[in-house]
Nanobody, 122 residues
C-alpha cells in the first residue's frame, strides 16, 4: 500500500560525509511520518532520526550534532545528511514510514525500506 525506497548508500572515509534519501509512494495518510533507523553489526536496530507529523524532529544521542534530516524537494521525501562519520556509524540504514503521526519506535513503524549499506574506512 505504501512503498518506501532508500538511495545514496556507499563507502566513505572516517571524517567524511554522505547523504541518504528516502521516497515514499502509494496511499499516504495525512498523518504520515517518516524516520531513519540503522542496524550496526552485532547490535539491535536503533532509531537515529525521525520527523513527526507536524514537523518535530528528534535525533538519537549517538548522531546528534552530526546527522541532519530534511524534507526533499518532492512530496513525501526525507534526506539524511551524515557528517563527521565514524567507523561505528557503519550499518544498514533503513527508512521507515508510519501512519499515526510519529515514527520514533519500532512498534510505530508500518513500512520499511529494504535498507542501504554504509561502510566507513579508516
Amino acid at each position: 500500500q505504501v512503498h518506501v525506497v532508500e538511495s545514496g548508500g556507499g563507502s566513505v572515509q572516517a571524517g567524511g560525509s554522505l547523504k541518504l534519501s528516502c521516497a515514499a509512494s502509494g496511499y499516504i495518510y495525512r498523518t504520515f511520518a517518516m524516520g531513519w533507523y540503522r542496524q550496526r553489526p552485532g547490535l539491535e536496530r536503533e532509531m537515529i532520526a525521525t520527523k513527526h507529523f507536524g514537523g518535530r524532529i528528534l535525533y538519537a544521542d549517538s548522531v546528534k550534532g552530526r546527522f541532519t534530516i530534511s524534507q526533499g524537494n518532492a512530496e513525501n521525501t526525507l534526506h539524511l545528511q551524515m557528517n563527521s562519520l565514524k567507523p561505528g556509524d557503519a550499518a544498514m540504514y533503513c527508512c521507515a514510514g508510519c501512519g499515526d503521526g510519529q515514527c520514533g519506535t519500532i512498534p510505530e513503524v508500518n513500512y520499511w525500506g529494504r535498507g542501504s549499506q554504509l561502510t566507513v574506512s579508516t
